[in-house]
């Protein structure tokens, strides 16, 4: 089967089904909004020190914009680290190779940027659709809100763009550092590169944050807020589901070469490797920068409608919101002092060793982060709110039981990585069980040992973040559900969802070091590609050449072996921190929920028996939600699927083996590229149209199907992502034992490795991942969704209602049936 070269060029125009769109959405036009809709909602006044004020008689708004500063001041530190990496020495060859990855990069990304703007036309309609016919808002006020949906777009896109740059920097680097043959600047340089990058998303996330906060109107603040989230959550998922399908077409097709011609790994002859180079960046690092932004983002805009909503009080309002945002500011700063004393601990203990474990620097970062944020949480809450006051009343424990309840985020962040560790790593003995089943097993016994694995990871998983959250359900029922809301009955209710809400956005302490060490990864992978595809040992005199240039004596075998290592370091940290991002998903998702349910009940007033198994359409919605992450999972894999299957093809036939054949043709290297991107858009376009006009028919239904569709979504999406995260990095690493440790290549057990990986390739980087940003993109545009829905209800128009319900829903089962069937493989 031949694709169009242009997704216009399909029998769904975009434009066809954006007038069929709007012209159904004016239908709507009339339809009366929630009095209190998160949209509606309006931000207490920041500058009045009579609402509330802080060390000393400071306003919250002045308290905040020093915020600015520091965001700044992160920006600067993520610059410094960049122009570090693109100082440190490299050798002509490695420095020829990144630099074509990168080119490589820079197209698929202007690609897709073009995309996502075209996807931003569906998002925009909606938007004008809600804030100008329906909000009858004026025209000004709409384009602000329209433009904070681009900036959040830009904001996913650009920290992604910043991530592939120093990336392919960094892996260069790394690649001529390892031919020293000592150990520390191999792991050194990947983790100034993910701290660079980290600092970098955090601070632009809150820098833009803060400027909602303190400059646009308290009237539109609210309105812009969710515009900035539904584009950066825009952004993230098609950057996320796009990379995904790309780097695991490249990597499978790339990965079967040397089973069928019984190559090495990174043969310069096989042209899918500079698409494998390209798509541990687009799935590695564009998708995980890009999701780890909208992650941050949404939680805090979850936190943010929550407080709205539930909390009455302008002063309690505006304290909680300069504490959480205080928070924010802190954990830049954690993070920051954390990684630089890290460094110094770290380079005092094995900047001299011969041979150390790559993954004891990086695991003492996480702890060492989690512990200076948790000491930060409670000094800097017990000066902010120590002594708060509400209506008369000191409550003295207030400011140490939110602490707490942060912290039991800021642990998950640490202990998650260690419970992924015990099934992903290296050293892991799931992991060694799928090498030993494969000893005589082969494939078979490989795939149901890393099944297996996968299954149990999930149910410890759920274990961990279960005792997490019960414990900080049983803390907010101290003095928080005294100041959170006047009535007991909705109070206790309340201060757990709140508690929720904190568990996420205490997930989030260590940003800048979760998106670090998932950042590790790509360019450890990387770096790998690169020293083979430089062929820098069959350069003439090169050993003469690098000890006159960079003083260097070369130790090829060494390089190799610490490249390899540091790679299988590499694949853990990257599975440590996708169940961290996909948990932070789905506890915030459950904040966001909570805020709909509000509105839907008038504040838990009205309706709430609807929540219930007992009300038909709240369970139909329970089990849909569950349909959609199972469609979900096999039309991202069959994407991948078809993509390998013409990427494997296309390589079989232009690899050249013959003798004197050293590389592969650069014409030949880009046309796998492409394959890589052409299936990657169509897979991806299917999905979010699918996704699109899902959301819109699951909220036209009944509100309270809707519901009961997002929780399942994100309930059965956790245990479903991180079971197929889990499964996938331990066959990975499984992989990687038979390669280092066994010097098993080119054996029938390195066979069963390697199709096991493949076979988790698609589990961990292109399934589980994209779940997070899919769950946050239904849950914050169903928020739209559904007001629309309800409003039209109570002008009395139902039928329309189910009418509008019946088109959507058509159109969803269309794309669905597309993400199957017109991404077939067919001879």
């Known amino acids: 089967m031949k694709f169009p070269d242009s997704l216009l060029a399909s029998r769904l125009h975009p434009v066809h089904m954006l007038k069929g769109v709007l012209a159904m959405l004016m239908l709507a036009a009339a339809s009366p909004v929630f009095a209190s809709s998160e949209a509606n909602l309006v931000l207490p006044n920041l500058k009045d020190l009579a609402l509330a004020s802080f060390l000393g008689g400071m306003s919250g708004w002045q308290l905040l914009a020093y915020g600015l500063i520091v965001c700044v001041a992160g920006l600067a530190f993520g610059a410094v680290i960049y122009a570090q990496v693109k100082a440190m020495p490299v050798h002509r060859s490695m420095a020829e190779v990144s630099e074509l990855i990168y080119e490589t990069c820079k197209t698929y990304m202007i690609t897709q940027g073009k995309f ?54 960094a892996n260069s680097r790394t690649a001529f550092a390892s031919l020293e043959g000592k150990p520390f600047p191999v792991y050194a340089i990947p983790m100034k590169s993910g701290i660079s990058v980290g600092m970098m998303l955090i601070s632009t996330e809150l820098l833009i944050m803060l400027g909602i906060l303190l400059f646009v109107s308290p009237e539109l603040a609210g309105k812009c807020f969710i515009g900035f989230a539904i584009g950066e959550s825009l952004g993230a998922a098609a950057l996320r589901i796009a990379g995904g399908i790309f ?81 924010r500011v802190m954990m830049i700063i954690a993070s920051g002092i954390s990684y630089i004393g890290n460094e110094l601990v770290m380079k005092a203990k094995y900047g001299h060793s011969a041979h150390f474990n790559f993954e004891a620097p990086l695991t003492s970062l996480v702890w060492v982060t989690s512990i200076v944020s948790l000491i930060i949480t409670f000094i800097v809450s017990k000066m902010l709110i120590g002594n708060i006051t509400i209506g008369g009343v000191v409550y003295v424990n207030l400011w140490w039981q939110l602490s707490l ?23 892991s003995r799931h992991v060694r069980e799928v090498v030993t089943a494969s000893r005589e097993g082969g494939a078979s016994l490989n795939i149901l040992a890393g099944l297996t694995a996968g299954n149990f990871s999930a149910f410890w998983m759920g274990v961990i973040i279960v005792a997490l959250m019960t414990g900080a359900y049983l803390v907010s029922q101290g003095d928080l559900s005294l100041v959170i809301n006047p009535d007991p009955a909705k109070a206790g209710i309340m201060a757990s969802v709140f508690s929720f809400g904190l568990v996420a956005f205490g997930f989030l302490g260590m940003g800048p070091v979760t998106i670090a060490v998932d950042s590790y990864g790509p360019v450890t992978d990387n770096a790998q590609s690169v020293y083979e595809l430089s062929t820098i040992e069959q350069i003439p005199g090169i050993e003469a050449e690098v000890k006159d240039a960079f003083g260097i004596t070369l130790n090829f075998e060494k390089a190799k072996e610490l490249l390899e290592e540091n790679d299988g370091c590499g694949n853990t940290f990257k599975a440590t921190a996708k169940p961290v991002l996909i948990g932070t998903a789905v506890v915030g998702a459950a904040t966001m929920v909570f805020s709909i349910i509000m509105l839907l009940t008038d504040g838990l007033a009205n309706n709430v028996s609807h929540l219930s198994m007992l009300h038909p359409p709240f369970l139909l919605g329970l089990i849909s939600g569950g349909a959609t992450i199972f469609w979900f999972s096999g039309a991202s894999t069959q994407a991948v699927s078809t993509g390998a299957y013409r990427a494997v093809e296309f390589i079989k036939l232009n690899m050249k083996l013959d003798e004197g054949s050293t590389k592969a043709n650069v014409e030949d290297s880009k046309r796998v590229v492409a394959i890589c991107t052409q299936y990657a858009q169509k897979g991806m376009f299917n999905i979010f149209m699918a996704v699109f006009f899902g959301t819109l028919a699951c909220a036209f239904i009944e509100p309270f199907f809707f519901i009961g569709y997002l929780i399942s979504l994100a309930i059965i999406g956790l245990y479903q992502a991180v079971f197929m995260a889990n499964a996938g990095g331990a066959w990975d690493n499984a992989k990687k034992i038979v390669e280092t440790e066994l010097r098993a290549k080119g054996t029938e057990l390195h066979a069963a490795a390697v199709i096991g990986d493949t076979v988790g390739d698609p589990f961990k980087d292109t399934c589980s991942v994209a779940m997070n940003p899919i769950i946050k993109f239904t849950t914050l545009f169903g928020l739209l969704a559904v007001e629309m829905a309800v409003g039209l209800v109570a002008q009395g128009q139902q039928n329309l209602a189910w009418a509008l319900a019946s088109v959507f829903l058509l159109f969803n089962l269309t794309f669905v049936y597309r993400s199957f069937y017109g991404m077939r493989i067919e001879d």
């Not at 075209?118 to 808002?137: D, N, T």
């Not at 929550?306 to 504490?323: D, H, K, S, T, Y």
């Not at 942060?406 to 992903?424: R, S």
């Open 247 to 327: 780097t695991k077409i490249a990597d499978i097709g790339s990965d079967l070469m040397k089973i069928v011609f019984k190559v090495k790994e990174d043969d310069p002859r096989n042209p899918g490797v500079i698409a494998d180079c390209t798509g541990d960046n687009a799935g590695d690092s564009v998708g995980p920068t890009a999701d780890g932004f909208e992650t941050y983002g949404v939680t805090g805009v979850a936190l943010i409608s929550f407080i709205l909503l539930a909390v009455p009080e302008a002063a309690v309002q505006v304290q909680l919101l300069v504490w959480i945002f205080v928070m």
């Open 405 to 427: 309840i942060i912290t039991f985020g800021t642990l998950a962040g640490a202990i998650i990585p260690e419970v992924v560790k015990v099934f992903t790593s290296t050293n």
């Open 116 to 169: 996502i703007l075209l996807l931003e036309i569906f998002i925009g309609v909606i938007i004008v659709a809600y804030f100008g016919w329906v909000q009858h808002m004026a025209a000004s006020e709409v384009a602000l809100i329209l433009a904070f949906s681009l900036i959040g777009i830009a904001g996913s896109f650009g920290v992604a763009w910043f991530g592939i740059r120093i990336n392919t920097l």
